[in-house]
T-cell receptor
Framework: NAGVTQTPKFQVLKTGQSMTLQCAQD?????MYWYRQDPGMGLRLIYY???????DKGEVPNGYNVSRLNKREFSLRLESAAPSQTSVYFC???????????????FGSGTRLTVV | AQTVTQSQPEMSVQEAETVTLSCTYD???????LFWYKQPPSRQMILVIR??????QNATENRFSVNFQKAAKSFSLKISDSQLGDAAMYFC??????????FGPGTSLSVIP
C-alpha cells in the first residue's frame, strides 16, 4: 500500500549512542518532514526537506541531523543521544503543487525512542 | 510567527452525543489551510477534515464538521453522534505558505459508553 514507511517502531538507546531513523515514501511527494511528539506539546518540527537535495531547520533541530538521500528517503540521525531526546518521532510527507496549501500530511506510524 | 492553541487538554462525551473541540490560531497570512488530525492509541495520525481560509462554507465530513470563524481566528471541530472509536487525541493544525504544518498541543477525547 502507498504511504510513508518508518523504521524502527521502537528503540532504546544509552546516553551517548548514535542511531538513524529511516523514512521512505512512495507517493512521489516532494516535501518530507521529521517531527517529535511530547506530551502536552503536540508535534514539533525538527527538520524538513522541501525537495530532493534541500533541508532546513525547524523549531527544535539541536542534536539532530538529516539527509534527504533521494526523493523517496529522508533520514534523521541522532549523533549522541540524550535523555531529552526521549520522544515519539514521526516522519511525514506532502505533495507540493499549485494547490499545495490544501494538502495535509501523510504520516508514518512513528518511532518510540527511549534514551536511558 | 504562527501559533496554534487548543485550550482543552481533555474532553469527554457520552456515546451518541455531540462534542466540540476548540482551536484558535494566530497568523498574518491571508491564504492558508487548517486541519484536524486524529491520533488513536495506535499512534497513527489520521487527517479528519480540512478547511481553506478563503472558503466561507464550513467543511463537513460525515459526522465531523468545523465552525470556522476567520476574523476571530477560531477553528472548532464538532463531532456528532460520538462513537467509541472517536476516542483519541485530536490535533488542530495550520499549514503555512512555506509548506510547514504547525500543530496545537492536542485535546484528549474520551467517549463514555
Amino acid at each position: 500500500n502507498a504511504g510513508v514507511t518508518q523504521t524502527p517502531k521502537f528503540q532504546v538507546l544509552k546516553t551517548g549512542q548514535s542511531m538513524t531513523l529511516q523514512c521512505a515514501q512512495d507517493m512521489n511527494h516532494n516535501s518530507m518532514y521529521w517531527y517529535r511528539q511530547d506530551p502536552g506539546m503536540g508535534l514539533r518540527l525538527i527538520y524538513y526537506s522541501a525537495s530532493e537535495g534541500t533541508t532546513d531547520k525547524g523549531e527544535v533541530p539541536n542534536g539532530y541531523n538529516v539527509s534527504r538521500l533521494n526523493k523517496r528517503e529522508f533520514s534523521l540521525r541522532l549523533e549522541s543521544a540524550a535523555p531529552s531526546q526521549t520522544s515519539v518521532y514521526f516522519c511525514a510527507s506532502s505533495a507540493v503543487d499549485s494547490d499545495r496549501l490544501k494538502h495535509g500530511y501523510t504520516f508514518g506510524s512513528g518511532t518510540r525512542l527511549t534514551v536511558v | 510567527a504562527q501559533t496554534v492553541t487548543q485550550s482543552q487538554p481533555e474532553m469527554s462525551v457520552q456515546e451518541a452525543e455531540t462534542v466540540t473541540l476548540s482551536c484558535t490560531y494566530d497568523t498574518s497570512e491571508s491564504d492558508y489551510y487548517l486541519f484536524w488530525y486524529k491520533q488513536p492509541p495506535s499512534r497513527q495520525m489520521i487527517l479528519v477534515i480540512r478547511q481553506e481560509a478563503y472558503k466561507q462554507q464550513n467543511a463537513t465530513e460525515n459526522r465531523f464538521s468545523v465552525n470556522f470563524q476567520k476574523a476571530a481566528k477560531s477553528f472548532s471541530l464538532k463531532i456528532s453522534d460520538s462513537q467509541l472509536g472517536d476516542a483519541a487525541m485530536y490535533f488542530c493544525a495550520y499549514r503555512t505558505s512555506y509548506d510547514k504544518v504547525i500543530f496545537g498541543p492536542g485535546t484528549s477525547l474520551s467517549v463514555i459508553p
